[in-house]
């Protein structure tokens, strides 16, 4: 093998590994922010997934966690100690995940469970794109302990803002739909000079 076809499948290899990380932060985004969008595109349309109480399709997980949103308070997720073993276009993903939830189902007061373990995942590369083929999520840890600021104003105080909401009112949403917008612009004026000089 030449060394400029190592030194391609070492590119590739990083390139697989980045769409790979990129997808799981999608999922993140998606249950946080309760955008079905993005947390849909994190799998594929016959991926299944493990997931505590949640055993079935991936598809079905979907719309049990949106469901689920609906009577949900604040949650974040957050990954990390991601380490991706590529093998072709089948990967095997293991991702430590830290999660904090509001669950308002367990008592009559609010509860803050707190969650750790780690998403056990099969990526699949279609068409050039990684998705979830199949999830196992492990749990390592986990604490539920009363919320003790059950108003916002309680929790954040009044100076602390934007505060963190879901799709499509969250600020991520805003500013993205501003980004598009210049780049939109940018690209109608480059076009129109590239029509003037010809």
Same mark, same amino acid.
């Given at each position: ?8 499948? #070492?590119?590739?290899?990083?390139? $697989?590994?980045?769409?790979? @990380?990129?997808?799981? !932060?999608? +999922? ?17 349309? =016959? *991926? ?5 109480? !949640? ?9 049990? #966690?949106?469901?689920? @949103?609906?009577?949900? %308070? ?5 990954? %990390?100690? &991601?380490?991706?073993?590529?093998? %072709?276009?089948?990967?095997? *993903?293991?991702? +430590?995940? !830290?999660?904090?939830?509001? $669950?308002?189902?367990? *008592? $009559? ?7 750790? %373990?780690? +998403?056990? =995942? ?12 199949? @999830?196992?999520?492990? !749990? ?12 916002? &104003? ?15 009112? $969250?600020?991520? +949403?805003?500013?993205? /739909? ?11 004026? /480059? ?8």
């Amino acid at each position: 093998m030449s060394q400029s076809e190592i030194a391609n499948q #070492a590119i590739q290899a990083l390139l $697989d590994r980045e769409a790979i @990380r990129e997808c799981l !932060y999608r +999922y993140c985004r998606g249950v946080d922010r309760g955008d079905e969008i993005a947390l849909r595109a994190t799998y594929w349309d =016959d *991926a299944t997934d493990r997931h505590g109480p !949640y055993q079935g399709t991936a598809s079905g997980f979907c719309d049990w #966690a949106m469901s689920s @949103r609906e009577s949900a %308070g604040r949650m974040i997720h957050m990954i %990390g100690n &991601i380490m991706i073993e590529l093998h %072709g276009d089948h990967a095997v *993903a293991e991702s +430590y995940f !830290y999660a904090v939830q509001e $669950d308002r189902k367990i *008592a $009559d007061v609010p509860m803050e469970v707190v969650l750790h %373990g780690r +998403y056990i =995942d099969r990526f699949e590369k279609r068409v050039g794109e990684w998705k979830v083929a199949a @999830r196992t999520v492990v !749990y390592d840890w986990s604490r539920t302990k009363p919320v003790e600021a059950t108003t916002e &104003i309680e929790m954040f105080g009044t100076a602390r803002r934007p505060l963190g909401s879901r799709y499509p009112r $969250d600020t991520l +949403y805003e500013v993205r /739909a501003e980004v598009l917008k210049s780049s939109e612009r940018h690209v109608e004026i /480059a076009e129109n000079v590239g029509k003037k000089s010809k």
